[in-house]
């Protein structure tokens, strides 16, 4: 069936840290994947998305690209925010309605 | 423009009663779908309307669940029958086909917290 993986947190960064979250899938033929992010108190909001393979989903300078080969889309970026501080999760979708959720990974940045 | 809305915020119900939980989707947008999250975990799909019908209820863990969309626009999650593991927050998403399927970004409402006790 199809499945979603990712590291387990919570990350504790310091600001200007790099970031990487690691997320891998199980799917047969050629899902979209995304990521989705929670800030506090608010609720869950596309951060990017990667439709097939090869392609790099980018937005406010995370990035994630869609690897068959390795069944990835790890999520990463060069330089963390105090205000990047949220839950993330990796999901997939498998030419049906429903995405297919990771269990969310918590990002803690410290100033 | 307004986005997903919810209502109500939070409900608290006792064990053994019935809930109604209310999705209002972007306007325009044809599919609309319902997730259980449970705390600390990503969210589970329980159904998924296009249009007025049901394309795939799959997610929904037992009879005493079920949505309706009469209207295609506005939907109703009601659970009969309320156990304590029914807890949880219910989101609701909604999005438009222009992509191939699967490839749509769904947007989700801020949720209902149940809580049955």
């Known amino acids: 069936g199809n499945s979603v993986t990712q590291m387990e947190g919570p990350v504790t960064l310091s600001e200007e840290a790099f970031l990487t979250i690691n997320c891998t899938y199980t799917a047969t033929g050629y899902p979209s994947l995304f990521w989705y992010v929670q800030y506090p108190g608010e609720g869950l909001q596309l951060l990017l998305k990667a439709t097939k393979a090869d392609d790099k989903g980018s937005n406010k300078g995370f990035e994630a690209t869609y690897r068959k080969e390795t069944t990835s889309f790890h999520l990463e970026k060069g330089s963390v925010q105090v205000s990047d501080s949220a839950v993330y999760f990796c999901a997939l979708n498998n030419q049906g309605g429903k995405l297919i959720f990771g269990q969310g990974t918590e990002l803690s940045v410290k100033p | 423009g307004a986005g997903v809305s919810q209502t109500p915020s939070n409900k608290v119900t006792e064990k053994g009663k019935y809930v109604e939980l209310r999705c209002d989707p972007i306007s325009g947008h044809t599919a609309l779908y319902w997730y259980r999250q449970s705390l600390g975990q990503g969210p589970e799909f329980l159904i998924y309307f296009q249009g007025t019908g049901a394309a795939d209820d799959s997610g929904l863990p037992n009879d005493r669940f079920f949505a309706v969309r009469p209207e295609g626009s506005v939907s109703t999650l009601k659970i009969q029958r309320t156990e304590r593991g029914d807890s949880a927050v219910y989101l609701c998403?909604?999005?438009?086909?222009?992509?191939?399927?699967?490839?749509?970004?769904?947007?989700f409402g801020p949720g209902t917290r149940l809580t049955v006790l």
């Open positions: 998403a909604s999005s438009s086909r222009g992509e191939r399927l699967g490839a749509d970004t769904q947007y």
